[in-house]
């Protein structure tokens, strides 16, 4: 896995954070964490998002939220 900025991780970390608060996660990608990120921090952010799910499950007691939070980036580009 390659070294993340601190902008991705961030993010991850808010992730969480909405994930925690019951806030629809889908809404991501209209915060500006998400929109100031690179074409390819944004693929960093989803990679490790995809990457490590089953740890997020486990250990931080999210369920997998790539599919929802892809979802809302198709969306947002039609």
Same mark, same amino acid.
């Given at each position: 896995m390659e070294i993340? !900025?601190?902008k991705v991780w961030e *993010? =991850?970390?808010k992730t969480r954070e909405m994930h925690l608060k019951g806030e629809d996660l889908a809404? *991501? =990608?209209s915060l500006e964490e998400y929109q !100031? *990120? !690179?074409k390819e921090e944004k693929r960093a952010f989803l990679q490790f998002i995809?990457?490590?799910k089953d740890q997020l499950v486990?250990? $931080?007691g999210?369920? $997998?939220v790539g599919g929802e939070i892809r979802a809302?980036?198709?969306n947002q580009s039609t």
């Open positions: 993340m !900025s601190n *993010l =991850v970390c809404q *991501l =990608v !100031s *990120l !690179s995809g990457d490590m486990k250990n $931080w999210m369920p $997998w809302a980036i198709d």
